[in-house]
T-cell receptor
Framework: DAKTTQPNSMESNEEEPVHLPCNHS???????IHWYRQLPSQGPEYVIH?????VNNRMASLAIAEDRKSSTLILHRATLRDAAVYYC???????????WGAGTKLIIKP | ETGVTQTPRHLVMGMTNKKSLKCEQH?????MYWYKQSAKKPLELMFV???????ENNSVPSRFSPECPNSSHLFLHLHTLQPEDSALYLC???????????FGPGTRLLVL
């Protein structure tokens, strides 16, 4: 069954860069890669999205492999407030709705 | 401030009760969504509305009944729920069906 795969959890030290990987080997040629995150006791929030080229915004950077079968979300300098579950979404259903996976729980150590 | 509010934030109900969850978005969006988030499971899309019209119902049991009176408000009416319906219910909105989704904080529901 087509889906994205991410590590269940990752740990990083505060003020260091974090690279969160995602595999989406069966992504279609027109589906965007979306990243959302969910902080404790909150709803998910948008982080970034891209199609083919690498993308940067004030929250993070998104590096997309040339074959689009994988991508990496980069937090340049993690803070304790970045501790959350990060969702990579590379699939849409027939009605163009996002198909969510289990995400990666990011733990930031002070 | 996400611009999407949900009430109540917490709800405990018995299996014979009737209750409603409310969602309001202040972003001028045209699409609204209900999701269910159970422990250790991915987000499950329940219903999608676009310009007040339901465009998706992901085989949700009839004990969940959505209502979208206008593009800013979305309700989820609950009746005769089961304990396995206990979960976090999230509302989201987007400018259109393919736009970035903005989520509310959710309603934590416990069915006894």
């Amino acid at each position: 069954d087509a889906k994205t795969t991410q590590p269940n959890s990752m740990e990083s030290n505060e003020e260091e860069p974090v690279h969160l990987p995602c595999n989406h080997s069966t992504i279609s040629g027109t589906d965007y890669i979306h990243w959302y995150r969910q902080l404790p006791s909150q709803g998910p929030e948008y982080v970034i999205h891209g199609l083919t080229s690498n993308v940067n915004n004030r929250m993070a950077s998104l590096a997309i492999a040339e074959d689009r079968k994988s991508s990496t979300l980069i937090l340049h300098r993690a803070t304790l407030r970045d501790a959350a579950v990060y969702y990579c979404i590379g699939m849409m259903d027939s009605n163009y709705q996002l198909i969510w996976g289990a995400g990666t729980k990011l733990i930031i150590k002070p | 401030e996400t611009g999407v509010t949900q009430t109540p934030r917490h709800l405990v109900m018995g299996m014979t009760n009737k209750k409603s969850l409310k969602c309001e978005q202040h972003l001028g969006h045209n699409a609204m969504y209900w999701y269910k988030q159970s422990a250790k499971k991915p987000l499950e899309l329940m219903f999608v509305y676009n310009f007040k019209e339901q465009t998706e119902n992901n085989s949700v049991p009839s004990r969940f009944s959505p209502e979208c009176p206008n593009s800013s408000h979305l309700f989820l009416h609950l009746h005769t729920l089961q304990p396995e319906d206990s979960a976090l219910y999230l509302c989201a909105s987007s400018q259109d069906l393919m736009g970035t989704q903005y989520f509310g904080p959710g309603t934590r529901l416990l069915v006894l």
